[in-house]
């Protein structure tokens, strides 16, 4: 038991009626649980943090119920779907209610370049809908097949698709949000256009969010392409080239260096000893234009069709914060970094940072566009000593120029490259989460009102 008597469960148990709940503690902490064991820092705060008990409404009627007894009862909540995170987004910090969101999975109605979702519908099954219609999400993170359109808008930033259409902050990117507030009488509220934001990459805190409306773009017919490079600035300088190419339609650009493609399992036959490696999707029309830009410069080892069915490891399994995940599966002594490089110089930037940490940071770049320019992002692979250490690491990229948005923190505002919870996302709380039941802990410039 966390915070909550037993006495006050059981009250909000009978208030739920016929509500599905789940009380097996084993079922309840597991759930609880998503990847922030990427980050030793993390793991040690968030190990044995857990819900109480897991509400699984079947609708959003079922949500408004039970948002209104947790209001009655002041009974924390935290809205989990795929559980797909990577620093405690979706962990409770404070026990209470574990809301699961996945059966509100249906397609509400698809117009061209446009639909209307429950906010647990995983992303791979809209995109299977979608498919056969000519169109799909415009993107995705690399935990495609298992996460929820959601979770991605509530704890993501962008991912495949980013070096086209930038990150979910881009205005357009997001059409509208339905979420339910946390009060005695709950409200439902349409957030439409740049009010949609208050709910982006804010954790949950600020409304439980029922559905979405998104763009979407052409489903091209993607061919996945791994291209060797004996020198991981010539994958990089490539890279940046093939990203402003505005004519060769791409969804995914990932410089990737060695030892790193040595941890690839499956597609390690494809990565040659000692290369660095550009991963690619490359819209099928355009794959001749592709190997023109190539020229010389390195060799294609593998190129099929994108296949991200079930038995499948698409390319994209390979990067993004999956790269992470290959080498974790067999050293587990490593960690990441998650940095923003500036646009107008990103190329001499990258060089200097793998100068400044040879092998103690090994550099894996995503292609994206920030604000309108191309630029890379990254997730390096951090080669783990201490909490010191890492935080100096941090430092020494921020004096240099390069962002960071720290992976290795819980919170809205640490994680954040900005250091501070969005002024309408923190004034929004306040209107939707009088009580601060919603994920707390997770926003902390937000003040619990007192009784």
Partial sequence: MNDLSFNALEKLVADLGDIPVVTDQKVVRRRSRDFF?????????????SADLIVAPRDEKDIVRTAAACARHRVPITVRAGGTGNYGQAVPLKGGVLLDVTALNGIEW????????GAGAKLNAIDTELQPQGWELRMHPSTKRTATIGGFVAGGSGGIGSVTYGGLREGGNILAARIVTVEEEPRI????GDAAQKVNRAYGTTGIITALEMPLAPAWRWIDVLVAFDDFMEAAAFGYELALADGIVKKLLSPITWPLPSYFGALRPSCPEGASILIAMIAEPSLESFKSLLGGRGKITLEM??????????????????TTLQVLKSDRSVTYLQCLYPDDRPMEKVRQMRELFAD???QHLEFIRFGGRVTCSALPVVRYSNADRLNEIISLHEERGVYIANPHVFTVEDGSRYKRADADQLGFKREVDPHGLLNPGKMRSFVTPRP
């Fill in 360 to 362: 103690e940071v090994l």
């Fill in 37 to 49: 064991w990427y980050s030793p820092v993390l793991n040690e705060q968030l190990d044995g943090k």
């Fill in 305 to 322: 069709p994108t296949d991200d069915s079930r038995g499948q490891v698409p390319l994209y399994e390979y990067t993004w914060n999956h």
């Fill in 189 to 192: 509220i349409e957030l439409r």
């Fill in 110 to 117: 698809v117009k061209p370049g446009l639909i209307r979702v």
